[in-house]
């Protein structure tokens, strides 16, 4: 019996059970993928699901906001990415060791790469020797894997965020600016070919939210990529569609996450149509 969870809070958006309980029946595989509730600062919940997994009564577990950056201290060993990214959203076990992996980083830029291929129109992927420029919007666990992707990548990126420290230990060589206000990032927009939301903001259930500041105009040919992917479409991917952007959430990424962690967990691949179908069967 394979048994899977989230670690997180709130979770009251989460696909995730659909997603893997599709996978788990599409694998022939017996198992169930839960919920697992725990509140930041709650060490004690956190240590017994870990030892869940240490003794195998679960197979693995995801973690979420705003577990993963809080989680790594409590676990044997951090693949070299998650080590890089600083956060951790895959924990398995291998030789009785706790691994923690960070598959929000690949994901992220698979289901960003099939976006910007669909959208070759724009400015953007006309030339391919083009410097690309990225604005991310947030400094937490999800703003460190994307920061991760794109550099790796060869994006120049700049961290907004209100938290001024927590963007400051994201920014490396490739990042030009850490601080976050219409007046600092006003001139810069025109730079930016890409703006990544990786804050909560607009998702389930304050889905009339959007921290994009209303005097700012966005940039003109930029593509807008929101991680939210519960609404199916966010405040904010409207703001940017209706200023003429093209816009995606981030329903993709949370697929391709979760088969990149689901074959680390069962060792199978499973079909991207899968979860896709169990998707679109929900009512988010």
């Known amino acids: 019996m394979i048994r899977l969870g989230l670690i997180g809070c709130p979770l009251e958006h989460s696909l995730s059970p659909a997603l893997h309980n599709a996978a788990l029946q599409a694998c022939g595989l017996q198992g169930v993928y839960s919920l697992f509730h725990v509140n930041q600062g709650d060490s004690r919940s956190l240590n017994a699901l870990l030892g869940q997994v240490r003794t195998g009564e679960l197979t693995g577990l995801n973690i979420t906001i705003p577990h993963k950056q809080n989680i790594i201290r409590f676990l044997d060993e951090l693949t070299p990415s998650a080590r890089a990214i600083g956060a951790v959203n895959t924990i398995y076990i291998k ?74 230990e994201i920014a490396t060589s490739h990042l030009r600016n850490t601080h976050y206000d219409a007046l600092h990032i006003g001139p810069l927009l025109p730079t930016f070919h890409l703006i990544v939301n990786t804050t909560p903001v607009g998702m389930f259930p304050d889905i009339h939210a959007s921290l994009w500041i209303d005097e700012l105009p966005f940039p003109q040919e930029a593509f807008l990529y929101d991680l939210i992917y519960n609404p199916p479409e966010t405040l904010l991917v409207k703001q940017a569609r209706a200023s003429g952007l093209r816009a995606s959430t981030g329903t993709g990424m949370l697929v391709e996450q979760a088969a990149l962690a689901f074959h680390l967990w069962t060792g199978q691949n499973v079909p991207r149509g899968v979860m896709f179908d169990a998707i679109n069967k929900t009512d988010h």
Do not use: C, H, M
């Not at 598959?103 to 690309?132: R, S, V």
């Not at 060869?154 to 961290?159: D, E, H, K, S």
């Open 95 to 168: 030789e009785g060791k706790l691994i923690g992996e960070n598959t929000d980083a690949p994901g992220f830029l698979t289901d960003l790469n099939n976006f910007l291929q669909k959208n070759q129109a724009t400015g953007l992927l006309k030339d391919e020797k083009t410097e690309k420029s990225a604005l991310i919007l947030g400094a937490g666990g999800s703003a460190r894997a994307v920061a991760y992707a794109l550099a790796n990548a060869g994006w120049t990126i700049t961290v907004a965020a209100r938290r001024i420290e927590q963007a400051k």
